[in-house]
């Protein structure tokens, strides 16, 4: 099966900084990773994905970058604003034999931005 | 996502005593989850069905037990075996297709269950 794990589990940056979450996962029959942000006694809501034929992908200020071969992917926030605090979790989707389908999540990272 | 309805919001029970958790989505997904989330420790996979009347265990089955007789609902019981009930339950559902390895997944807003 697939064991994902995440890294820093918290995080505090300055107003402005550029923050960065890592994962890492250990079976290459792994092929999606998405991300999630979730806000305070609220649901997890995807700010972006990746596919393991992409490298890297970019939405404004987030960006997640993959290395299939280390297999590891990475949050990048740029320009960070008081409303990016949350907690954040990295997530992989197996496809390998009988638990395809299923999908891990990492620990999550606490990130904090101070005004 | 107003697609996936998790009731009740609050759920509180005593010990010993069996209690299902609902879980209902209108998005026409083929495939539901249930996690389990703890402080400090992330989001746990209970159960998931990829499709109806199939159902397989996920990191931390025991102690719950889960049906899916139609596509639109995954119910979660959270049995009396279950040793630490008390914690945050989310559903969640994605779709699946020729691309399915890439479709999100969709959460809904999730019960928190308190058992004294």
């Known amino acids: 099966g697939e064991n994902v794990e995440q890294h820093p589990s918290t995080l505090s940056v300055q107003e402005g900084d550029s923050a960065v979450i890592k994962c890492t996962y250990s079976?290459?029959?792994?092929?999606?990773f998405p991300w999630y942000k979730q806000e305070l006694g609220k649901r997890p809501q995807l700010i972006i994905d990746?596919?393991?034929?992409?490298g890297e992908k970019k939405d404004q200020r987030i960006a997640v970058t993959l290395n299939k071969t280390a297999k590891h992917f990475s949050l990048h926030i740029t320009e960070t604003q008081p409303e990016d605090s949350a907690v954040y979790f990295c997530?992989?989707?197996?496809?390998?034999?009988?638990?395809?389908?299923?999908?891990?999540f990492g620990q999550g990272t606490i990130l904090t931005v101070h005004p | 996502d107003g697609g996936i309805t998790q009731s009740p919001k609050y759920l509180f029970r005593k010990e010993g005593q069996n209690v299902t958790l609902s879980c209902e989505q209108n998005?026409?997904?083929?495939?539901m989850y249930w996690y389990r989330q703890d402080p400090g420790q992330g989001l746990r996979l209970i159960y998931y069905s990829q499709i109806v009347n199939d159902f397989q265990k996920g990191d931390i089955a025991e102690g719950y037990s889960v049906s899916r007789e139609k596509k639109e609902s995954f119910p979660l019981t959270v049995t009396s075996a279950q040793k630490n009930p008390t914690a945050f339950y989310l559903c969640?559902?994605?779709?699946?297709?020729?691309?399915?390895?890439?479709?999100?997944?969709?959460f809904g807003n999730g019960t928190r269950l308190t058992v004294t």
């Open positions: 997530a992989a989707i197996y496809t390998g034999g009988t638990s395809y389908g299923k999908l891990t």
């Open positions: 998005l026409n997904h083929d495939a």
């Open positions: 969640a559902s994605r779709n699946l297709g020729q691309s399915s390895y890439n479709s999100p997944l969709h």
């Open positions: 990746i596919r393991s034929n992409v």
């Open positions: 079976d290459s029959a792994s092929n999606y």
